[in-house]
């Protein structure tokens, strides 16, 4: 039986990057352009009668205006169709993040068991930070399913949603809700009604929960047959049962907590190892470390030494007396962290520089507090070069550093109950 059509659609618009990730990947690959502008990547697995073909189409025209916007309200139409389920409104709201996407074409058809090609599509669709879009549903980038076009029946409660939600415009009545969940507030406004800041007891559960995520991701990174790493995690399971935190895992963290070393998913590994800049800000709110510089990531031993890692008995103290500062102090980072987030994510969008400082004082929605970060000629400096001529690798982690701080300082902020969906909408 013939299998569906796949394609990729994700934020993340790189085809040279594409490129350089076929060839470190796949077996064998060739394209038929430059790297920014080819059409047609070919990988071949085998040889001979056990060659097995996967072409990834590319048409920089179909990912442009005027007609991209018009594809994207055709797919969330079609999605509308889909039978309601709770995952409905954000399965569209994902589509706006979409910046790109890539044909398939296997030859012969795919098997769903242990096809060597799927292996590759679905390391792609990570990288990319993208979902499967299939006539039937949309996929994660394992190939598990996130909306299903049979309703909740269908949907994967494993389903791993891409890092970023939404992206549609602060003029638009859903950009600006957004916007105003997530944008600056002075001390004494306060959060927005219906929020539910969490109380000092869950801030330290949360943080001790993201202490352990943290190290299991960060032993992903050694040999599973060590007998030191094997004894660690032991030790590390122990830890989490005797402080009692394991009512604070959510679905995805226990997951990563538990799956025996050397099979987290290259996705799961990379997720969890972020947290830890989430994590360093829970812990400044703890009064137990201080957060590095907007392009800097920190340095995990001293963080999880200042949370009682493997220690209960410093683990439990925190347990026992938390002391968050002040809402003026999270208030006066939270606002922080918005202006570093935007800028980023500006940038991102669209890559040019601009006189920041200026554009802090003056805009719609400002000012934003940008003090203490770091300018050259008047815009946000990373490494000590102006944003636009950071280096590539240390723009995106400086981007994805200002991504889970955002939504920790959020969390803090306003809530809500599920950490993970805190806003990160700038």
Same mark, same amino acid.
């Given at each position: 039986?013939?299998?569906?059509?796949?394609?990729?659609?994700?934020?993340?618009?790189?085809?040279?990057?594409?490129?350089?990730?076929? #060839?470190?990947?796949?077996?064998?690959?060739?394209?038929?352009?430059?790297?920014?502008?080819?059409?047609?990547?070919?990988?071949?697995?085998?040889?001979?009668?056990?060659?097995?073909?996967?072409?990834?189409?590319?048409?920089?025209?179909?990912?442009?205006?005027?007609?991209?916007?018009?594809?994207?309200?055709?797919?969330?139409?079609?999605?509308?169709?889909?039978?309601?389920?709770?995952? $409905?409104?954000k399965v569209l709201l994902l589509t706006t993040t979409f910046r790109f996407s890539l044909g398939t074409l296997f030859e012969?058809?795919?098997?769903?068991?242990?096809?060597?090609?799927?292996?590759?599509?679905?390391?792609?669709?990570?990288?990319?930070?993208?979902?499967?879009?299939?006539?039937?549903?949309?996929?994660?980038?394992?190939?598990?399913?996130?909306?299903?076009?049979?309703?909740?029946?269908?949907?994967?409660?494993?389903?791993?949603?891409? $890092?970023?939600?939404?992206?549609?415009?602060?003029?638009?009545?859903?950009?600006?809700?957004?916007?105003?969940?997530? #944008?600056?507030?002075?001390?004494?406004?306060?959060?927005?009604?219906?929020?539910?800041?969490?109380?000092?007891?869950?801030?330290?559960?949360?943080?001790?929960?993201?202490?352990?995520?943290?190290?299991?991701?960060?032993?992903?990174?050694?040999?599973?047959?060590?007998?030191?790493?094997?004894?660690?995690?032991a030790d590390l399971l122990a830890w989490v049962g005797e402080i009692g935190i394991d009512p604070e895992f959510e679905p995805?963290?226990?997951?990563?907590?538990?799956?025996?070393?050397?099979?987290?998913?290259?996705?799961?590994?990379?997720?969890a190892t972020w947290r830890l800049e989430g994590l360093v800000v829970l812990a400044w709110a703890l009064k137990r470390y201080?957060?590095?510089? /907007?392009?800097?990531?920190?340095?995990?031993?001293?963080?999880?030494?200042?949370?009682?890692?493997?220690?209960?008995?410093?683990?439990?103290?925190?347990?026992?007396?938390?002391?968050?500062?002040?809402?003026?102090?999270?208030?006066?980072?939270?606002?922080?962290?918005?202006?570093?987030?935007? #800028?980023?994510?500006?940038?991102?969008?669209?890559?040019?520089?601009?006189?920041?400082?200026?554009?802090?004082?003056?805009?719609?929605?400002?000012?934003?507090?940008?003090?203490?970060?770091?300018?050259?000629?008047?815009?946000?400096?990373?490494?000590?070069?102006?944003?636009?001529?950071?280096?590539?690798?240390?723009?995106?982690?400086?981007?994805?550093?200002?991504?889970?701080? /955002?939504?920790?300082?959020?969390?803090?902020?306003?809530?809500?109950?599920?950490?993970?969906?805190?806003?990160?909408?700038?």
């Open positions: 039986m013939a299998q569906e059509p796949i394609n990729i659609f994700a934020r993340i618009a790189d085809p040279a990057g594409v490129a350089a990730f076929l #060839r470190e990947h796949a077996p064998r690959v060739e394209l038929d352009g430059p790297d920014g502008t080819w059409e047609n990547a070919v990988v071949t697995f085998g040889r001979g009668r056990s060659e097995q073909v996967l072409t990834f189409r590319h048409s920089a025209e179909y990912y442009s205006e005027p007609g991209w916007s018009d594809q994207m309200a055709g797919m969330r139409g079609y999605f509308a169709r889909f039978p309601d389920t709770p995952r $409905k409104e012969p058809d795919f098997d769903p068991d242990g096809d060597p090609r799927l292996s590759l599509l679905f390391a792609l669709t990570q990288a990319l930070d993208g979902v499967l879009f299939t006539p039937s549903g949309l996929r994660d980038a394992s190939g598990r399913v996130l909306f299903s076009a049979r309703g909740e029946e269908g949907e994967d409660p494993g389903a791993e949603w891409p $890092k970023v939600h939404g992206s549609v415009s602060l003029d638009s009545p859903l950009g600006a809700a957004m916007h105003d969940a997530s #944008r600056p507030r002075a001390a004494d406004e306060g959060p927005p009604e219906g929020a539910a800041p969490p109380a000092p007891g869950r801030v330290a559960r949360r943080a001790l929960a993201l202490t352990a995520v943290t190290a299991r991701a960060i032993l992903e990174q050694d040999d599973p047959q060590s007998e030191t790493v094997q004894r660690t995690y995805p963290e226990r997951e990563v907590l538990h799956r025996p070393l050397g099979q987290l998913t290259g996705r799961q590994q990379a997720d201080e957060i590095p510089p /907007h392009d800097e990531v920190v340095p995990l031993n001293p963080l999880w030494c200042s949370l009682g890692l493997l220690n209960a008995g410093d683990a439990q103290d925190l347990l026992a007396r938390p002391e968050l500062r002040s809402r003026e102090e999270i208030s006066a980072l939270r606002n922080r962290q918005f202006a570093v987030h935007w #800028r980023l994510r500006d940038q991102y969008l669209a890559p040019k520089p601009m006189d920041f400082a200026a554009f802090a004082r003056t805009c719609r929605f400002g000012p934003l507090d940008i003090t203490g970060l770091p300018l050259v000629e008047g815009d946000l400096a990373i490494g000590g070069e102006r944003i636009d001529r950071a280096p590539p690798e240390r723009f995106r982690a400086a981007l994805s550093t200002a991504l889970e701080r /955002h939504v920790a300082a959020n969390w803090l902020w306003e809530g809500p109950e599920t950490y993970s969906e805190a806003s990160s909408a700038t």
